[in-house]
Structures are given as C-alpha cells and as structure tokens.
T-cell receptor
Framework: GAVVSQHPSRVICKSGTSVKIECRSL??????MFWYRQFPKQSLMLMAT?????????EQGVEKDKFLINHASLTLSTLTVTSAHPEDSSFYIC??????????FGNGTRLTVT | GENVEQHPSTLSVQEGDSAVIKCTYS??????FPWYKQELGKGPQLIID?????GEKKDQRIAVTLNKTAKHFSLHITETQPEDSAVYFC???????????FGTGTRLQVTL
C-alpha cells in the first residue's frame, strides 16, 4: 500500500535556528502534498498545500516566510521552520496525494524549540 | 468553507461493546468522507472512507454510514478491542485536490 515517510520523527533545536522536515512518498508519485500542524489534544490544522514544481499555497494566518515549503520532485516535499521560537513547538504532519486515491499521512515530526 | 463537527469528544466503552462516532458537515459539495485513527505520537492512519454515492460501507468490524440529506456521517466499531483505543478523526473533502477538513477528534478508550 501507499506509504508516506516523514523525517525526523523528533527534533529539538535552539531558539533562532532553522529546522527542516522531509516528507517522502515511497511507492507513488504525489501530485500534491499537504503540511499540517497539530497541538496537543487538538485536530489537524492545514498549514499549506504543496504542488510539485510550483509555489505552495498557504492557509490564512500561516507565515510563508517562516514556514518554507519546497516540493522539488513528485516524491519529496520539505518544510523548513525558520528562526524557530518556542511557540513553534508542535507536531507537524505531512500527507501525500495522487489523483483519485485516499490521502495518506506521515508519522509526524515532534518539534521542540528550547 | 467547510466546517466539520464531531461528537463525542471522548468515548469510553467496555471491550466487546460497540462504539459510534458522529460527524456533521456544512458544505453540500463535499463528496468524500474518510475516517482516520491516530495513535499517540503517530500520524493519522486511514481506516475507512466513503463517497457520496454510497450510503454505507463496511470493513470487518468497522462501518461508516452517510446521510447526504442531513449532512452527517458516522463511524461504527463493533466488538471493540483494547487496541481500538486511539483518537479518531472524521474528515470531509469537496474533491478539490484532496484538501480535507477535519473534525475535532474523538478519544476512544476501550476498557477491559
């Protein structure tokens, strides 16, 4: 079945540094990838939609300069949290989509900014 | 935009009993309704989905029903087991690039 791989699973960084999270579709070409953020005991909030070869579309209230998304190939999208601060600490989850198929999620990345 | 409400927020059942989680949606254009199970520290896993041209779908102990007129859909888990304990999310999609709108989640606890 379809598998979405996300790395790293956990990362701790110091305030002011940048962190890159990778999302890969392992056995299919993903036309679209999505990035979500999830706070403890809350639902998934869509941050941005990423299409291969084009600029990401960000949801209202999400700072595109802070959360840089690159979708350079049909199997890889990256989310870079720039100049991270403690309030950016969260669980970030990616998902990958291909036309007509259900959405599959990665296992998430727990980001802790100290 | 789409708004998905989910109830209850927590649900505790005894092993072997059934569990039902209900969701309502607002956008009549939504035509795809997946359910995800999320275990602690992991990403959501698709457990079942239904499209708007179908009223019910079943997969072993899991079933989903859809009432398009009332704009609600439900997840039914029968013969619950401790490993069913997790957070369950419903979602709705209008079919535009798989952009899902999620419900608020239901924490299911199956007790022995």
């Amino acid at each position: 079945g379809a598998v979405v791989s996300q790395h790293p699973s956990r990362v701790i960084c110091k305030s002011g540094t940048s962190v890159k999270i990778e999302c890969r579709s392992l056995d299919f070409q993903a036309t679209t990838m999505f990035w979500y953020r999830q706070f403890p005991k809350q639902s998934l909030m869509l941050m941005a939609t990423s299409n291969e070869g084009s600029k990401a579309t960000y949801e209202q209230g999400v700072e595109k300069d802070k959360f840089l998304i690159n979708h350079a190939s049909l199997t890889l999208s990256t989310l870079t949290v720039t100049s991270a601060h403690p309030e950016d600490s969260s669980f970030y989850i990616c998902s990958a989509s291909r036309t007509g198929a259900p959405l599959h999620f990665g296992n998430g990345t727990r980001l802790t900014v100290t | 935009g789409e708004n998905v409400e989910q109830h209850p927020s927590t649900l505790s059942v005894q092993e072997g009993d059934s569990a039902v989680i209900k969701c309502t949606y607002s956008d009549s254009a939504s035509n795809y309704f997946p359910w995800y199970k999320q275990e602690l520290g992991k990403g959501p896993q698709l457990i079942i989905d239904i499209r708007s041209n179908v009223g019910e779908k079943k997969d072993q102990r899991i079933a989903v029903t859809l009432n398009k007129t009332a704009k609600h859909f439900s997840l039914h888990i029968t013969e619950t087991q401790p490993e069913d304990s997790a957070v369950y999310f419903c979602a709705a999609d209008t079919g535009t690039a798989s952009k899902l709108t999620f419900g608020t989640g239901t924490r299911l606890q199956v007790t022995l």
